[in-house]
């Protein structure tokens, strides 16, 4: 008997082909020959009846699986990659250490990879993959005629060429599983080994095989921005992204506890509004485990036993100016879309200037009160030149009119005397015609901002992420706005009250410098708000 009941079954697997045996999995065989011919078969029906593992109190006990592990593994039957942000405790190492061990001993030469945080960690899964063999009844063994050929330090392999590796990273070999656990802890410890991880380890892994990375929240690191890629994707996935599932605290049926609390009027709040944002009811067992924890803890609680992804980076989203609105705003109303360029519509571009830093082009349209942001172009190191020449080739040159630059624009060069203002007019003022030839082009306005403060430019850009659209080929700039935050002290263990400058800075400031320029004329001496009416053609 599985541990959650036939309707949740049916819920968590809904048009899987899985569903059409859920009876197998609420029914005993009846002989020795229905076990072979309809029961052993079946993956599902293995993991939740002939593995043993050790549980939480240390004693080997048949593993079955439990409503997180059945959500997490449904996933993967859709989407053959996942990266799954979760509470503590939830057994999806657990779950993938076994669903792996039985495609080695089900499946000739498939090579899975096993990626442990150290030495120390790698030396556990080892014993934990022994311990699957060594509690898988004999007669199974024999049935599908397996033996192990290679049992050391490093690797786990059978007769049928099937092989485990437990290692640290993987870079040679070409994998056709892999599970990396706690990929938040990695990231902490070792950055380097956490770009390995994505440079090397995963590009070992065969597109179209299974591949998890799991981990709770450590903080702003590489799984944090892994996560934000997949958690914020809105197109169509490809074999090579990862599917994102969160797993709460609230989803564990072991997070719940029979000792009576009183709670405070702010935890009081807090149920309320999860229960209010989530649909759902907080049980009072529920409500106390989290008030136990939360004594345990204090603020740590939103990153150990998240409710929701926003809480689980709580004290990074803290310090963050605008992930919060985008979520709810653009990604919440489904405004990242393809191909978001109105040919009807002027265009205009907001720049972010860096002598020695990323430049970013920031191309966008507005209707009515609505900011449209339609393409990006980042870049460093160059003179303006290639970025006109980049501007000038795109399919919505025709209809440029506007150019915005940040107010240290009018600084003169110590080598030509000029400012990269005068040289973007120069630039501008020509296009080559068919001939091959200059052209006079005078249609692009070259506008100078003035310097204006900081934070009325980051209120300003907070103000319009509720009439933003995007387009889902302008990654930076989403990655900008959604990363974008205030510097920390780390001595003073707060935030200062500046931007952290780093490669999400500049798309934000590009952004910033689009509503500091206020509304593009959407034609010649006409206002966007005087343009005719319509709707979006999305």
Not at 156 to 181: D, E, P, W, Y
Not at 395 to 416: C, E, G, K, Y
Not at 439 to 453: A, C, W
């Amino acid at each position: 008997m599985l541990s959650i009941s036939k309707a949740e079954f049916l819920s968590i697997y809904k048009g899987l082909p899985i569903c059409d045996s859920v009876d197998l999995f609420y029914s005993t065989p009846t002989s020795d020959t229905d076990l072979l011919e309809n029961y052993l078969p079946s993956k599902l029906w293995r993991l939740n009846n002939i593995y043993k593992i050790v549980n939480k109190q240390g004693k080997r006990i048949k593993f079955r699986m439990n409503r997180s592990q059945h959500k997490v593994y449904a996933k993967t039957l859709r989407h053959p990659r996942v990266i799954i942000l979760k509470s503590r405790q939830q057994g999806i190492s657990t779950l993938w250490l076994v669903s792996f061990f039985d495609d080695a001993a089900t499946r000739n030469d498939h090579y899975i990879g096993l990626m442990a945080q150290g030495t120390d960690e790698a030396s556990t899964l080892l014993e934990r993959v022994k311990i699957l063999w060594e509690e898988l009844q004999a007669e199974i063994k024999q049935y599908w005629n397996l033996e192990v050929v290679v049992d050391n330090t490093k690797e786990f392999s059978f007769n049928n060429g099937a092989k485990i590796f437990v290692r640290t990273s993987f870079r040679s070999a070409t994998l056709q599983r892999l599970h990396i656990s706690e990929m938040g802890k990695i990231a902490n410890k070792s950055p380097e080994k956490a770009q390995e991880t994505k440079t090397g380890t995963l590009q070992a892994l065969a597109v179209g095989n299974t591949g998890v990375i799991e981990s709770t929240a450590e903080g702003d690191n590489a799984f944090k921005e892994m996560w934000d890629n997949a958690y914020t994707f809105t197109g169509e996935l490809s074999g090579g992204d990862f599917l994102a599932v969160f797993l709460s605290w609230l989803d564990d049926p072991d997070c719940t506890s029979p000792v009576q609390q009183i709670a405070t009027p702010k935890q009081l709040e807090y149920f309320a509004s999860l229960e209010k944002e989530l649909q759902l009811v907080i049980t009072q067992e529920q409500r106390n485990f989290w008030i136990i924890k939360y004594r345990e803890l204090g603020d740590k609680i939103y990153q150990e036993y998240p409710s929701t992804p926003m809480e689980a980076f709580k004290a990074t989203k803290d310090g963050a100016y605008y992930a919060e609105s985008y979520v709810l705003n653009v990604i919440g109303n489904n405004r990242e879309v393809d191909y978001l360029y109105d040919t009807n519509l002027d265009v205009a571009i907001s720049v972010d200037l860096g002598r020695n830093d990323t430049n970013v082009l920031n191309v966008y349209q507005t209707y009515q009160d609505e900011y449209r942001i339609i393409d990006e172009y980042l870049d460093s190191n160059l003179p303006v030149k290639p970025y006109c020449d980049w501007i000038k080739a795109q399919p919505w040159f025709t209809n440029l009119t506007l150019i915005t630059l940040p107010h240290d624009a009018v600084i003169r060069s110590m080598t030509d005397n000029k400012t990269r203002a005068e040289v973007f007019e120069e630039e501008m003022s020509y296009i080559i015609n068919e001939e091959g030839q200059r052209e006079v082009y005078n249609k692009v306005t070259i506008n100078v901002l003035d310097k204006n403060d900081r934070m009325d430019g980051i209120d300003g850009v907070r103000g319009i992420l509720p009439r933003l659209w995007i387009d889902r080929k302008c990654v930076h700039i989403k990655a900008g706005l959604l990363n974008y935050r205030k510097d920390w002290n780390e001595k003073m263990q707060c935030f200062r009250n500046e931007p952290l400058h780093d490669k999400h800075s500049n798309p934000a400031d590009a952004v910033r410098y689009m509503v500091d320029a206020g509304k593009v004329p959407t034609r010649a001496g006409q206002s966007s708000e005087q343009s005719s009416s319509g709707d979006m053609d999305v």
